[in-house]
């Protein structure tokens, strides 16, 4: 099978008769092989409804419901695992997406022989409440991930080589950042294509200012695991060894200077008066806890059953 078209929706029964007609029209101009599977998230407005009545029409539309609402992220994995295509177009359901963006991004995956396509909607129709805060997000993201080819991080178009989709998991606030998963995962040929993006035909929007400071959060933690995921004592260890030396010096030094003073008979003043001193103790005992804290993780970590888990590309 050429493509296989990943659609999460949530309450988007009006847009899912368009969005279908839409992809087969392309799909069958350009003679393609595909399946279209559209993952309810939850929805209570008669979508899943308008999707048997689709998968009735054409098996090549398929269906997944959740019982409630777990989000984008958790819609994009499990339609990830159920795609067949060797080549995997995600796409939003409120048709400011373009089917017509398909062939392309097909060709650059399949020719060009990239991983990862993400789309850029490089002018955009949304109010500056939006886009001000999703240009300094996409800032961050490229300064913290390395991916500096990328302006658009969380486009709902994308393309993947079938063995990307795979290989990462998507949860939480993920969906985001699944270029930076790609690129942890050892999938490196990642490229960005400007396209167009539509005004909202139907509906309303279902994301919250909230996802801003949940994407960074998420961010942070796809930085950690990637970077120490397999391991956290490099990380937390060398944070308590600096932390605690620095207190054991300031310490040391501040004894060394009284000591100093009562030799030289010199007025001075107690250790404990000095509010250096209590700095320098909650450094030490802070130095320790995370030194524990790197140790316990460590213990966690190498009873995982992932631990030596790796992505083997190729075994002859």
């Known amino acids: 099978m050429d493509i296989s078209v ?57 269906g997944i419901k959740f019982r409630r609402n777990y989000g984008k992220s958790a819609a994009l994995n499990v339609g990830f695992a159920a795609a067949k295509g060797d080549v995997v177009i995600t ?12 062939p392309a991004l097909y060709r650059r995956i399949t020719e060009e022989k990239f991983d990862l396509i993400s ?22 993201t490229r300064s913290m991930s390395g991916i500096h080819n990328l302006h658009d991080f969380n486009c709902g178009l994308k393309a993947y080589r079938r063995d990307v989709v795979k290989c990462v998991e998507v949860y939480g606030e993920m969906h985001r950042y699944i270029p930076v998963l790609a690129k942890w995962a050892g999938f490196r040929k990642i490229g960005e294509q400007v396209v167009e993006h539509r005004p909202r035909k139907y509906g309303t929007t279902k994301f919250g200012m909230s996802r801003f400071i949940n994407g960074f ?3 942070l933690s796809i930085f950690f695991v990637g970077k120490f ?15 605690f030396f ?44 995370l ?14 059953s992932e631990r030596n888990s790796y992505n083997v590309e190729k075994e002859i």
């Not at 899943?48 to 539309?61: F, G, K, N, S």
């Not at 939003?92 to 398909?102: C, G, H, M, N, T």
């Not at 995921?229 to 932390?243: D, E, N, Q, T, W």
């Open 291 to 304: 030194f524990l804290t790197g140790f316990v993780a460590e213990l966690v970590s190498r009873n995982s």
């Open 229 to 243: 995921g397999k391991r956290p004592m490099h990380f937390f260890g060398s944070l308590g060894v600096l932390s």
């Open 6 to 62: 990943v659609v999460p929706l949530y309450n988007e029964a009006e847009s899912l008769p368009e969005l279908v007609a839409w992809n087969r029209r392309v799909m069958e101009q350009h003679r393609f092989s595909y399946e279209i599977i559209l993952v309810d998230d939850g929805s209570y407005d008669g979508s899943w409804e308008v999707i048997e009545q689709l998968h009735t029409e054409d098996p090549r539309v398929r």
């Open 119 to 140: 789309g850029w909607k490089k002018k955009r129709h949304d109010p500056l409440s939006k886009t001000i805060p999703t240009k300094l997000f996409n800032a961050a």
């Open 217 to 219: 959060l998420d961010l």
């Open 246 to 289: 620095a207190g054991l010096v300031i310490a040391i030094w501040l004894i060394a200077e009284k000591l100093i003073d009562i030799a030289n008979n010199v007025k001075y003043r107690n250790v404990t008066d000095q509010p250096l001193f209590f700095i320098a103790l909650v450094a030490i005992v802070v130095g320790f806890q």
């Open 91 to 102: 796409m939003d359901a409120d048709l400011q997406d373009s089917p017509d963006e398909i």
